[in-house]
């Protein structure tokens, strides 16, 4: 379901309570992995499914300067 900006708000809330599930920053929070580690991904590819979406979702939050749109969730 989107709203009326497009944006998937169940989105944000994955963002903020799944963990990355491999890796160097394996069981860290989508929301809190490091922008360089993002950025890695952009350049080399985001993984297909729902993580991959969720990754460059991410990258795209932190690009625009919006993570404070994530504040408010974390604290649920």
């Known amino acids: 379901m989107e709203n009326a900006?497009?944006?998937?708000p169940e989105l944000l809330v994955?963002?903020?309570?799944?963990k990355m599930p491999f890796g160097k920053y394996k069981d860290v929070?989508?929301?809190d992995l490091p922008a360089?580690?993002?950025e890695w991904f952009q350049r080399k590819?985001?993984?297909k499914?729902?993580?991959g979406l969720l990754l460059q979702t991410m990258y795209?939050?932190?690009l625009?300067?919006?993570e404070h749109l994530l504040g408010p969730l974390k604290k649920r």
């Open 60 to 62: 795209e939050i932190r």
């Open 29 to 31: 929070v989508l929301c």
């Open 64 to 66: 625009n300067g919006l």
């Open 36 to 38: 360089a580690y993002l």
């Open 49 to 51: 499914g729902k993580l």
């Open 5 to 8: 900006d497009g944006l998937n």
């Open 45 to 47: 590819g985001f993984p």
């Open 14 to 18: 994955q963002l903020v309570q799944m």
